[in-house]
């Protein structure tokens, strides 16, 4: 069954204020001084500073406190008592147009010496909310723009998503599209990289649902990985991603996404699309014209690289060279081979090199590969570049050509139609049957979601995270729930 070519660019603008929390030094907000008060008085706990949307005041605590037995000594108000009860006030999420009211404060002390009862105070007007200064303590920690059941996409992972959408969009393209279609690519998919983003990460926990393991095609991937880059071993290859700035275990976890993600659709989408020899025969006869051709020839390649090679080292990568040519002649897939073994740039694409009519190769490489007929090999030849083997993977004829020659093209071409409509149903079901939820001003760009995350005010109360994980703000409320968090 085929892969499915990888989820256009998951991996946006934000139409809205960001979520975040700001981390701050204690010494940047001077804390008011408490009433004075006797030594058995207790003062209610300074409430933390809450951020909030311009325009919305604070709400009032969600519910109050269940007050304390009465001291036999005195009649405490049940203000007092809840001030007892509850030291530290929890941040409450906002409701639009309700005012904050102080703590209840208590009467000086001179007053309860006079009465021998403790007096509340009318609670002041309305103020504006301390904020938190912006200074050099203060930073923005992470901002959470999609939840997906349990798992968050953050902001840094959408731009992590669109970089590599544009690498991938020019290695793709290297030598076969123009500069406008690798432009028009390269948007195309960093517009769709958080939709693809949310895709994989269903796609990734249904595979888990299913109990699907990939490991050991995780090991080969890394080995192929280590091969094509001249490594050692493993812990080379490890020191290799390292270096470049990239965490370990993150860059085998993306390689284990990717495989599960396609094993998914194979089983899920795939398995269920069939294409019939006579609906491959009746579309190549309502397509006749487009299989007029000029004379070509589709061609893989596999090149063992001696450029800034000492000449004492030729001999080993002409071993090389020769045994993957007859690792080929004894039946192993070129492709997996080209994967394994090839230094060049189409490795990843199983040597694929192109498409080429008479006049766009060199002389004495036309005259060669021309003469070949389909799945051909070259012999190991030594050029500028290092040693090349070429295998024809299709010849084509000047004309019309046969449907033998087309089968394969057209049978490709149907899957794929019908594969795109089926996985995008199969995403929806997975969507109505999961938790998504999505930050206001990303919905178009992610397909999008049950509900939204509210703009609603952030705590400056982080829980505590483990070493090496990321801090994120909480999503605030969901539409049409109690909470999105």
Not at 4 to 11: E, V
Not at 427 to 439: A, D, G
């Amino acid at each position: 069954m085929r892969n499915l070519a990888p989820l256009a660019a998951f991996w946006l603008i934000a139409a809205g204020a960001p979520l975040a929390l700001r981390a701050q030094d204690q010494s940047s907000a001077p804390a008011p001084k408490p009433p004075a008060a006797k030594p058995d008085d207790q003062q209610p706990a300074q409430a933390q500073p809450q951020l909030e949307k311009p325009g919305d005041a604070a709400p009032e605590p969600d519910a109050a406190a269940k007050p304390a037995a009465p001291a036999p000594a005195k009649q405490q108000t049940p203000q007092e008592s809840s001030s007892k009860d509850q030291q530290t006030p929890q941040p409450a999420m906002e409701k639009p147009g309700t005012a904050a009211p102080e703590p209840v404060a208590k009467a000086p002390a001179k007053n309860t010496a006079k009465t021998g009862a403790h007096s509340a105070a009318k609670p002041p007007a309305p103020k504006e909310p301390e904020k938190i200064p912006e200074g050099a303590n203060s930073h923005v920690v992470e901002e959470i723009i999609a939840r997906v059941n349990n798992e968050v996409i953050t902001r840094s992972d959408l731009d992590k998503a669109r970089t590599t959408a544009e690498e991938d969009a020019t290695q793709e393209c290297q030598g076969r599209c123009t500069p406008d279609q690798l432009k028009a690519d390269i948007e195309d998919r960093r517009k769709n990289a958080l939709r693809d983003l949310i895709d994989q990460s269903l796609l990734v926990q249904r595979g888990k649902d299913m109990g699907l393991s990939v490991e050991p095609e995780v090991i080969k991937r890394l080995d192929t990985i280590r091969i094509n880059n001249k490594l050692g071993s493993m812990e080379d290859l490890e020191k290799a991603v390292s270096s470049q700035g990239l965490n370990w275990e993150d860059f085998k976890d993306n390689i284990r996404k990717g495989i599960l993600t396609q094993r998914v659709i194979s089983q899920e989408v795939g398995s269920h699309i069939n294409v019939g020899h006579d609906e491959i025969e009746k579309y190549y006869n309502e397509h006749k014209k487009e299989y007029i051709r000029p004379e070509q020839v589709a061609l893989r390649e596999i090149v063992v690289s001696t450029e800034g090679k000492k000449d004492a080292e030729l001999p080993d990568l002409k071993k090389k060279a020769d045994t993957a040519l007859k690792r080929v002649q004894d039946g192993e897939d070129f492709g997996e081979i080209a994967k394994r073994l090839s230094d060049g740039s189409t490795a990843k694409q199983g040597g694929f090199l192109g498409v080429y009519k008479r006049g766009e190769l060199a002389k004495e490489l036309e005259d060669k590969v021309f003469a070949m007929k389909k799945n051909e090999l070259t012999d190991v030849m030594d050029t500028k570049q290092g040693y090349l083997i070429l295998q024809v993977l299709e010849h084509y004829d000047e004309g019309e050509q046969p449907l033998s020659k087309v089968e394969n093209e057209i049978t490709e071409h149907i899957y794929n139609q019908r594969m795109e409509p089926k996985l995008r149903e199969y995403l929806k079901t997975l969507r109505e049957q999961s938790y998504v939820v999505i930050k206001p001003g990303y919905a178009e760009l992610a397909g999008g979601g049950n509900s939204e995350i509210q703009e609603v005010s952030a705590t400056p109360e982080v829980t505590k995270s483990k070493k090496g994980r990321k801090k994120f703000l909480l999503f605030g409320k969901r539409s049409g729930a109690a909470s999105g968090a």
